[in-house]
């Protein structure tokens, strides 16, 4: 057996030993604990933050692949969801169900996903992807069951605005100390890192407006939202920048629409003042960003060329080239796709040598890339599940409109929905720490969704201040 097997065998060991054993562990005790499963649930929120190699494991690893992933990938998160699931299968709560609402909805679309992998020029390349998809629906099941009362809002609340508060401080670092200008926290790039950012921070804004948050929270919450404004700001990227911005304009509104208060006037006069501040400080960089872009020859021309291949793709494929494939059909020595941006790049002049062509760069568009790699099945079942995610957070804000929960799934609502826009030109959706908030969020969505149809009153409904603690009745 070789160096490299054996090291394949440890991953695999280490990997059984955390999903069979650890994790079913600490579900057990989870169920006899119920502060040690909301603190595992607020855990649970910040981990999208954590440092790649802290996260994530992967056997089989194929470091030189541009795809999605690039091995087998097992997942903290993944492990903390189990834990969760069975926590609330050991101690079930008021209508539990095993199986949250939109469970069959993702798997259908994972497994007409893999309908494309019958054309996939590398299967295992798409069995990979298949395995990373379909496990992580353990994120969005062990965080529907976790959340299940009003103090599990407020600890995952914290954890977000803590969180949000450390990574800036971590940006910071890499800014003023490490020297480096486009920031990217413990992301692997900038892109991902912001768009996570205002995904966290836009249900913070909306809460901290609602009139039964005590001052510490609101203003813990709002400091979170600063710390999102910062590192965007540092990391350059302009359309994280409009969407937080149109996401906190949106959450505002609708907190004005539930009526005028005091609190709401100072948070949007702080707010208006600290834009101003913000923008002031931020010119110079992004004057600098726009120079530097005019300054490339048709810089943002890719795109459209790498979207063309993308329609190559599914007019060849319409089932789809293959998942996690892109990466391989578009490169040589498969030239069928490769000519494209070669007859592109020799249009500007530029000389065209094979080498450079050898590892060719995914399309940035999240939904060009479901489009050519799982076809027609798979791009219209994760249309699906997006949308009816945004119909229960619509559902879940109507319901609770004046209360913390129903400021907080407008809140989630509106972060979605603006995640889902983005990813016309950003595909991060695609990579594990968004995808894993995602669904987080999504779980959460379901939650409310689930308690929305219950015949009895939920522990959601009263106000923060007003609900009595209490634990949650013991199966008999």
Same mark, same amino acid.
């Given at each position: ?43 649970? /929120? ?12 992967m056997v089989d690893s ?15 998160? /993944? ?7 069975? !926590? ?35 299967? /295992? ?74 995904m966290c921070a836009i ?17 813990l919450f709002l400091g ?104 391989? /059909? ?50 219209? !079942? ?15 804000? *109507? ?40 669904? *987080? ?36």
């Open positions: 057996m070789t160096a490299d097997a054996i090291k394949e065998f440890i991953k695999l060991a280490v990997v059984c030993v955390i999903y069979l054993v650890l994790a079913p562990g600490l579900g057990v005790y989870l169920s006899r604990n119920r502060f040690a499963e909301r603190l595992t649930l607020a855990i649970m /929120v910040s981990m999208p933050s954590w440092f790649p190699s802290k996260l994530t494991l194929i470091e030189f692949y541009r795809g999605h992933t690039k091995g087998f990938e097992f997942s903290i998160i /993944v492990a903390t969801g189990i834990a969760l699931c069975v !926590s609330a299968a050991l101690r079930p709560w008021p209508g539990y169900r095993p199986r949250p609402p939109g469970f069959w909805f993702y798997l259908l679309y994972c497994a007409l996903a893999c309908v494309s992998l019958v054309v996939a020029p590398n299967k /295992v390349y798409g069995l990979m992807a298949a395995w990373k998809f379909t496990s992580a629906i353990l994120i969005f099941v062990g965080a529907y069951h976790a959340f299940q009362d009003e103090q599990d809002l407020l600890w995952v609340l914290r954890s977000l605005a803590i969180t949000l508060i450390v990574q800036a401080l971590v940006c910071l670092k890499l800014r003023f100390l490490d020297g480096r200008w486009q920031v990217h926290g413990w992301f692997e790039h900038q892109n991902p890192m912001a768009m996570w950012t205002y249900p913070l804004l909306s809460v901290a407006f609602a009139p039964q948050i005590k001052r510490g929270d609101t203003m979170g939202v600063a710390a999102t404004a910062l590192m965007i700001l540092l990391s350059v990227s302009r359309g994280a920048l409009a969407a937080f911005a149109i996401g906190a304009a949106i959450v505002t509104g609708m907190a004005f629409l539930r009526g005028i208060t005091l609190k709401k006037c100072g948070i949007s006069a702080l707010g208006a003042c600290g834009a101003v501040a913000a923008a002031t400080l931020a010119l110079n960089s992004l004057i600098a960003r726009i120079h530097e872009d005019s300054s490339r020859e048709n810089p943002e021309d890719l795109r459209p060329i790498l979207n063309r291949q993308s329609l190559y793709m599914l007019r060849d494929s319409p089932i789809g080239i293959g998942w996690n494939n892109f990466g391989i /059909v578009n490169s040589l020595p498969n030239d069928k796709y490769v000519v494209v941006l070669m007859d592109w790049d020799a249009s500007r002049g530029f000389r065209i040598i094979d080498e450079m062509y050898m590892a060719g760069p995914l399309t940035e568009s999240l939904f060009w890339l479901v489009l050519s790699e799982t076809g027609y099945q798979g791009f219209v !079942s994760y249309l699906l599940f997006m949308g009816i995610t945004l119909w229960w957070a619509l559902r879940g804000m *109507i319901k609770y409109w004046k209360t913390p929960l129903g400021y907080f799934i407008g809140g989630v609502l509106v972060a979605l929905a603006l995640t889902y826009i983005h990813g016309t030109v950003e595909r991060v959706l695609s990579q594990t720490k968004n995808m894993s908030a995602w669904l *987080i969020f999504c779980g959460f969505a379901a939650r409310v969704q689930t308690m929305r149809r219950l015949p009895f009153p939920t522990f959601f409904y009263p106000p923060i201040e007003s609900t009595p603690r209490r634990e949650l009745p013991q199966p008999a």
